[in-house]
């Protein structure tokens, strides 16, 4: 076959076990996945009534710019509506990215661990991919990276906060660190768990975008917002970084359905501080009984923990799998012996901590 020599056996992204499959497969009648990191409480009450109006609009196609949902990111953001890249998922807009800046004599510099797209996207176009391993914090090495950065390098990624340990960059790095990057290279700042942030000193991505036209913010509905089974996510960039890659966006990208789904998330932003709150309350929980087993947890600004046991993530994965628990094996993530959970709700993390002290005493 004469497919592309870089994707000859290039692995395809392995998402979360879906919960349809595990209750074949072991034969259980509940499953919680807790895996994907999406909303254990679903999405604001808003989006299913919107979506029951418009469910019979399928018919014709959608509006292909997306003009409504960029209007009202635009005014979230304080931003001009060119300046907003729709994709389908965030995932998408890392793909336009890769195919409108990466070619095969270019290069893009990464952290690692971090989120499997950008290196996979990277690969497909054929750019070098220079990786950076984060610090013992599990902090992205800003140094390390500005230290590869090179005349080839077109994009660099900083996941912030980063998937999958949630370690997140300060203001103040991330400053320092886009004032030394060259101006001919794109600064990606991912940011799909923006929302469960809840530190000070976070960056305000989008208000130095002024300053750094190289600067792109990625944000995302699949996370507090509840609608990762739409997929929609989005971009923030410079004018003219967001109108040269559009001609790489298929037509009609987001679904109708999907747009309108958005927009009533985003009328409901009570919805998404009360998430917030639980996650935050039930992140605690999770961290004290993890702790409480002697594991080293990472200091998370998300809705997942990445926590370091020692034992082998699939061995554990497996174990909990059988209990009807998906978790998420570091082993595939960088963390050979670490395990990444999602924060379920009080009901999920309850069943959880019921079952987790018997598996972790029989793998230890
Ligand atoms: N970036 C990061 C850091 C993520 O964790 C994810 C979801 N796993 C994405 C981007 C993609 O999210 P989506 O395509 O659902 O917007």
């Known amino acids: 076959m004469l497919v592309k020599k870089q994707i000859r056996g290039l692995p395809a992204y392995a998402p979360g076990k879906p919960i349809a499959e595990v209750k074949r497969e072991y034969g259980l009648d509940h499953v919680i996945k807790m895996a994907s ?3 254990p409480y679903g999405a604001s009450p808003k989006v299913a009534e919107r979506i029951a109006m418009v469910a019979s609009e399928t018919a014709i196609y959608p509006d292909g710019y997306g003009t409504e949902l960029r209007e009202a ?16 998922g965030s995932d998408e807009v890392i793909q336009f990215l890769c195919r409108g800046f990466l070619s095969s004599n270019t290069n893009t510099v990464m952290a690692t661990p971090s989120f499997s797209q950008y290196k996979l996207n990277a690969t497909i176009e054929d750019a070098q991919i220079i990786e950076v391993p984060v610090t013992s914090s599990g902090d992205h090495d800003l140094e390390a990276m500005l230290a590869a950065i090179n005349e080839q390098t077109r994009i660099v990624w900083i996941c912030n906060p980063n998937n999958p340990n949630g370690v997140a960059l300060s203001r103040e790095a991330f400053r320092h660190f886009l004032d030394r990057v060259p101006k001919e290279c794109l600064v990606v700042s991912d940011e799909a768990y923006y929302e469960y942030v809840t530190t000070d000193d976070y960056p305000d991505s989008v208000s130095l975008l002024s300053h750094y036209p ?8 699949s996370k507090a917002y509840g609608l990762a089974g739409l997929r929609v996510g989005y ?16 037509p009609f990208n987001n679904n109708a359905i999907a747009h309108q789904a958005a ?19 039930e992140k605690q929980r999770l961290r004290a009984y993890f702790e409480k087993e ?12 990445l926590v370091e046991t020692g034992i082998p993530g699939n061995q554990l994965f497996q174990a909990f799998l059988e209990k009807g628990f998906i978790l998420r094996s570091g082993e595939a993530l960088g963390y050979p012996t670490g395990i990444r959970i999602s924060i379920g709700s ?12 018997t598996i972790f005493n029989t793998c230890k």
Not at 73 to 88: F, P, R, T, Y
Not at 236 to 246: K, L, N, R
Not at 263 to 281: P, W
């Open 73 to 88: 990111l635009a005014s979230k953001h304080q931003v001009s509506e060119k300046q907003i890249m729709l994709g389908n």
């Open 346 to 357: 009080k009901e999920e993390n309850d069943a959880f901590l019921e079952v987790a002290p």
């Open 294 to 305: 002697g594991f080293f947890v990472y200091p998370s600004e998300t809705n997942f923990l």
């Open 214 to 221: 190289q600067l792109v913010v990625l944000r995302t509905f």
């Open 263 to 281: 927009l009533a998330a985003l009328e409901d932003e009570a919805f998404i501080r009360l998430c917030k709150e639980k996650n935050q309350q």
């Open 235 to 250: 971009g923030i960039a410079s004018e003219s970084v967001a109108q040269a890659i559009d001609p790489v966006r298929p």
């Open 37 to 39: 990191n999406e909303n």
